[in-house]
């Protein structure tokens, strides 16, 4: 069974301060992405990561920054929160060669 | 990038009743269309997928149908059931050897409530 797990089901920040999101996937999966999921609008992607130290911009990269070390781990970084970014934060990961996409259980972020 | 649309952004059907929900995108290269369940409070989780060679899937009580001359897909749950209540989510995407192509991008979601 493939698992993704998040660091925090629930995360409260402050405005301006650094918050750091979590994401480990223990299939070995190549692809790991990052979403942020609003009422009304879906899924939009944030950033992508298709292999180690590599990452590429999704839809709404504006705020935020990722962090891909190890292959396992996909860290999703706020460097100065916004209460416009207050939102439920999910994880995927996908093997290079197949189609679907696992995700994590999601993190709801508020910002005050 | 692909454009995508779901329609409608929000269906009620009484038990027994079928839904359909239909995903229109934008992008002739697509040929995989997958549809993703997210019940309320977990996480999505693909039900159903097709790809560009097959016009027609089906999996017991859900279906997926492609007109790719159109530009879309559309995913019927028949006989439903109050636990088919959740939102559902189209992406259609190219190939996966496609480097620019690696993410899919989600269509904004029908939530369907199947009422007892």
New interface residues.
């Given amino acids: 069974d493939v698992k ?1 797990t998040q660091s925090s089901r629930y995360l409260v920040k402050r405005t301006g301060e650094k918050v750091f999101l979590e994401c480990v996937q223990d299939m070995d999966h190549e ?1 790991m ?1 990052w ?1 942020r999921q609003d009422p ?6 944030i950033y ?1 990561s ?1 292999d180690v130290k590599m990452k ?1 911009k ?2 709404i990269p504006e705020g935020y920054s990722v962090s891909r070390e190890k292959k396992e781990r996909f860290s999703l970084i706020l460097e100065s929160a916004s209460t416009n970014q207050t939102s439920m934060y ?1 994880c995927a990961s996908r093997p ?6 696992y ?4 993190t709801r972020l508020t910002v005050t | ?1 692909e454009n995508v649309e ?1 329609h409608p ?1 929000t269906l009620s059907v009484q038990e027994g009743d079928s839904a359909v929900i239909k995903c229109t995108y934008s992008d002739s290269a697509s040929n ?1 269309f ?1 549809w ?1 369940k997210q019940e309320l409070g ?5 039900i159903i ?1 097709i790809r560009s060679n097959v016009g027609e899937k089906k999996d017991q009580r859900i279906a997926v149908t492609l007109n790719k001359t159109a530009k879309h897909f559309s995913l019927h749950i028949t006989e439903t059931q109050p636990e088919d209540s959740a939102v559902y ?1 189209c992406a259609p ?1 190219r190939g ?1 050897s496609s480097g620019s192509a ?8 029908t939530q369907l409530t199947v009422l007892p």
């Fill in positions: 993704v692809n992405f979403y009304g609008l879906g899924l939009r992607l992508f298709y590429e999704g839809d999910l290079g060669a197949k189609a679907e996409q995700f994590g259980p999601g | 990038g779901q952004s995989y997958p993703y977990k996480r999505p989780q693909l997928d989510f995407k996966l690696r993410q899919l991008t989600f269509g904004s979601g």
